[in-house]
């Protein structure tokens, strides 16, 4: 049983990997200014959440619509924290590689900046959280 832990643990990460890498979050692969953005006035409150730049409202609706249930629900503040609210069908052994392609994908789409990524349980109480350090390119994780 536990070559199909493995199995399925690779599996998991290797899939959301590739579908942050393959698929382009905002568009055509352009990133907004650092400046946020005014959202017209007309958009709701629980819109207004989920990003406070229109690039970061994009990237927090794309994560979760490519998830496949993976993440309930997201925002991204200032173009360099991301937060996710994992469902109950991430296992605690996958945890970390989701952070990890959470990472890759949120590097893609705001190159060149420091960046932090924090992961809630269903609860939204805190598990980890993945600081990735432009400069030396490396992800340290925060329990």
């Known amino acids: ?21 393959i698929t382009p979050a905002c568009g ?5 200014a650092s400046q946020p953005t005014a959202l017209p006035t007309s958009q709701t409150y629980s819109q207004l959440e989920r990003g406070d730049t ?3 409202q994009k990237f927090s609706d794309w994560a979760v619509q490519t998830s496949h249930g993976l993440i309930k629900d997201a925002y991204v503040r200032d173009n360099d924290k991301l937060g996710v609210v994992i469902s ?17 994908g949120f ?5 060149n ?31």
């Open 1 to 21: 049983m536990s070559l199909w832990r493995s199995f399925r643990k690779v599996a998991i990460a290797l899939s959301f990997a590739l579908i942050l890498l």
């Open 28 to 32: 055509n692969g352009t990133t907004a």
């Open 54 to 56: 229109a690039a970061g």
């Open 88 to 104: 109950s069908k991430v296992r605690p052994t996958e945890v970390r590689s989701l952070a990890q392609s959470l990472v890759q």
């Open 107 to 111: 590097h893609k789409n705001f190159p």
């Open 113 to 143: 900046r420091n960046l932090k990524v924090l992961v809630y349980a269903p609860d939204k109480q805190r598990i980890i959280t993945a600081n990735y350090d432009d400069s030396t390119r490396l992800i340290e994780y925060e329990s």
